[in-house]
Every structure is written in structure tokens, then in C-alpha cells.
């Protein structure tokens, strides 16, 4: 089982192989520029002052040091994995490993606008969730109403109850710790559900 660090890590090196074709063209017109610069340079060598030579210099150095920076990034590009791969590989292992939260449902309610402003449901198998107002009880017996994005999974069960995953470290804009993931509402197989058709 992949580490959160090791899964953050391999999604960085994608997201900056992304950004290769980018790289490559900075570099290419960086050279171009370097080479253009030490044409003139010899070109126009005696007509140099030493102020401006040393301005000159100066220039060809940072254009220099640009450079090597740009070829340090491309050759530290990750290019033998890519984003479905890393699903799979790193981000699939981590999520099934996580411990499993549980709780209590009192009721709950099919939501059928699906602009809730609420806990967003991320599955890796890209299943497609539904809203639900959910009540859930503690152990004082306090109820709490929450929106949930869910799958329900019907039981021989008495009471219903909530099931999900939760990471500790945000991956990336889309896998934050804000989300739920593998979201279940589990619900005794006796309860009728009518699912919206579009």
C-alpha cells in the first residue's frame, strides 16, 4: 500500500510532465536567444565598452543558468506514468486501505437539485453518486443534518447506516480532505427507493 506521501509525490511528478511541452519551448527559445547573443558578441566585439561588457556578461550568464534550470525540469520529468496509471497504481490502493467511518442514520432524503451545497462523494471506480439530506445520530443521540453525495446499497439490515473514507492530506485540487470517498448509504433491503429518470 502506497504511503499519502508517495501518492502526492507520484501525482506532482505527472502534473510537472504535464507542463513538459511548455518547458521545451521556454528552452528551445532560450537557446535561440544564448545563441544570438554570443553571435553579436563576437560580432561586435571591439565595440564594447568595459560597462557594457560587463552588463553583457552578466546577461549571458543568467541567460545561461536559465537554461540549465529549464533542462534540470524536463530531465526531472516522470514520463513513464501517466494519470490513469496513477489511479490505478498509487491512488486506488491508498483509498481501498483507509480505515472505513461509520454512522448512524435516522432518516434521510433523496435531494433532487444537484446544485447542494454540500459533502462531495469521490468514487475510483467513477461510479455516479446521488444527493441526499442525511440525519445521522450520535452516541448522545444529537442529530445532525448533512447533504452527501452517495450510493445506496441495500441490506438485511434494521437500521440504516453511513459508510465512507476520508484522506488526511489534500492530493490535488480535486482530492482534498473536504471530500468523502466511497460514500455508501447502507439501507435494509425491505425500504422502497424511487430513483429520478432524466
Request: aromatic share 12%; charged share 20%.
Amino acid at each position: 500500500m502506497p504511503s499519502i506521501t508517495r501518492v502526492i509525490e507520484i501525482h506532482q511528478e505527472i502534473e510537472s510532465a504535464s507542463n513538459a511541452p511548455m518547458l521545451f519551448i521556454s528552452e528551445i527559445l532560450w537557446t535561440f536567444l544564448g545563441i544570438v547573443f554570443i553571435v553579436h558578441l563576437v560580432k561586435d566585439r571591439k565595440s564594447f565598452s568595459v560597462l557594457g561588457l560587463s552588463f553583457r556578461g552578466l546577461f549571458f550568464v543568467m541567460t545561461l543558468l536559465i537554461i540549465s534550470h529549464l533542462t534540470i525540469s524536463i530531465m526531472n520529468c516522470n514520463f513513464s506514468i501517466n494519470e490513469t496509471q496513477w489511479k490505478k497504481g498509487y491512488l486506488k490502493p491508498y483509498i481501498l486501505s483507509l480505515p472505513e467511518h461509520k454512522k448512524n442514520v435516522e432518516d434521510f432524503s433523496l435531494l433532487l437539485n444537484n446544485n447542494v451545497n454540500g459533502i462531495k462523494s469521490i468514487y475510483i471506480n467513477g461510479e455516479k453518486p446521488l444527493w441526499f439530506e442525511i440525519s445521522l445520530s450520535d452516541n448522545h443521540r444529537l442529530s445532525k443534518k448533512i447533504a452527501v453525495q452517495c450510493i445506496l446499497q441495500k441490506e438485511p439490515i434494521i437500521k440504516p447506516f453511513l459508510t465512507y473514507k476520508k484522506i488526511n492530506k489534500n492530493i490535488s485540487s480535486q482530492y482534498t480532505t473536504n471530500a468523502y470517498y466511497e460514500t455508501i448509504l447502507h439501507i435494509p433491503e425491505e425500504y422502497k427507493v424511487i430513483t429520478p429518470t432524466n
